[in-house]
């Protein structure tokens, strides 16, 4: 196990380019999660997946997974797509997709995201019928322009195509939910104090998500003629407290 603190270490594409080839690393460290916030909940995250993207009615789909990372997740949602007879393309870096177990189908699409997109579509000029961009949001924000992406994948979907952005870290929902009874019965639990958490509304937190961006977001979806939706968390789900998802529909 590793002596790096994942709370503390700024991460982006070129870090988890570094993880990937970081041997004292777990699994699920080189993709940003300690042990505990995974172990134990790949099932019901996959469960959300594929109830989201609607696998069950997707029979010959395409799947695009953005940053899919290399971790018992990323094998999960490969079984899951050739269960359902779903083809899937896997994006991220050389080094992390080289870690993926070969014998589980899928195309590569090494590279970052957006910058890709036009490798995407050549290897498929038609389109995408699913995208999965899970718990890497917050990361793409650092390195380009959230509508840059958001365009790009709208722009990746075929008319009819449904994307899960998911596992979004949501600040205004931590600071509501870390400000409610709720919210510091958990903190004091789970941090072992009697002291409840500082909760700070109007500080302003760079390079965070809110609920201003993701209201952009969908505003911007709507905007290229696509449908898009902010949808909670299972309860299932580690960070569902936190975290949002939002599920797009491209119409047009």
């Given at each position: 196990?590793?002596?790096?603190?994942l709370a503390?270490?700024?991460?982006?594409?070129?870090?988890f380019r570094?993880?990937?080839?970081?041997?004292?690393?777990?699994e699920?460290?080189?993709?940003?999660?300690?042990?505990?916030?995974?172990?134990?909940?790949?099932?019901?995250?996959?469960?959300?997946?594929?109830?989201?993207?609607?696998?069950?009615?997707?029979?010959?789909?395409?799947l695009?997974?953005?940053?899919?990372?290399?971790?018992p997740?990323t094998?999960?949602?490969?079984?899951?797509?050739?269960?359902?007879?779903i083809?899937?393309?896997?994006n991220?870096?050389?080094?992390?997709?080289?870690l993926?177990?070969?014998?589980?189908?899928?195309?590569?699409l090494?590279?970052?995201?957006?910058?890709?997109?036009?490798?995407?579509?050549?290897?498929?000029?038609?389109?995408?019928?699913?995208?999965?961009?899970?718990?890497?949001?917050?990361?793409?924000?650092?390195?380009t322009?959230?509508?840059?992406f958001?365009?790009a994948?709208?722009?990746?979907?075929?008319p009819?195509g449904?994307a899960?952005?998911?596992?979004?870290?949501?600040?205004s929902?931590?600071?509501r939910?870390?400000?409610?009874?709720?919210?510091?019965?958990?903190?004091k639990?789970?941090?072992?104090?009697?002291?409840?958490p500082?909760?700070?509304?109007?500080?302003v937190?760079?390079?965070?998500?809110?609920?201003?961006v993701?209201?952009?977001?969908?505003?911007?979806?709507?905007?290229?003629?696509s449908?898009?939706?902010?949808?909670?968390?299972?309860?299932?789900?580690?960070?569902?407290?936190?975290?949002?998802d939002i599920?797009?529909?491209?119409?047009?």
């Open positions: 196990m590793s002596e790096i603190d503390k270490v700024e991460l982006n594409y070129e870090r570094e993880f990937a080839n970081n041997r004292d690393l777990s699920r460290e080189r993709i940003g999660f300690p042990e505990s916030y995974r172990a134990g909940y790949e099932e019901a995250i996959l469960t959300d997946i594929v109830s989201k993207l609607e696998f069950r009615f997707r029979k010959g789909a395409r695009l997974d953005i940053g899919c990372g290399a971790s997740m094998s999960a949602i490969l079984k899951a797509a050739k269960d359902f007879e083809s899937a393309v896997m991220d870096s050389p080094e992390m997709l080289s993926i177990d070969e014998d589980l189908p899928f195309e590569k090494p590279g970052r995201f957006p910058e890709v997109l036009d490798q995407a579509l050549q290897m498929h000029p038609e389109g995408y019928d699913l995208i999965l961009c899970y718990s890497v949001l917050h990361y793409i924000v650092l390195d322009s959230i509508f840059d958001i365009d994948i709208c722009l990746a979907l075929k009819g449904c899960l952005i998911g596992d979004i870290p949501n600040l929902k931590r600071r939910f870390f400000a409610s009874e709720e919210g510091i019965a958990f903190h639990a789970f941090m072992k104090t009697d002291i409840p500082e909760v700070k509304h109007f500080d937190q760079r390079d965070a998500i809110d609920d201003a993701l209201g952009a977001v969908v505003a911007r979806v709507h905007a290229n003629g449908d898009a939706y902010v949808v909670p968390q299972p309860r299932s789900l580690p960070m569902f407290n936190r975290r949002d599920v797009v529909q491209r119409r047009l």
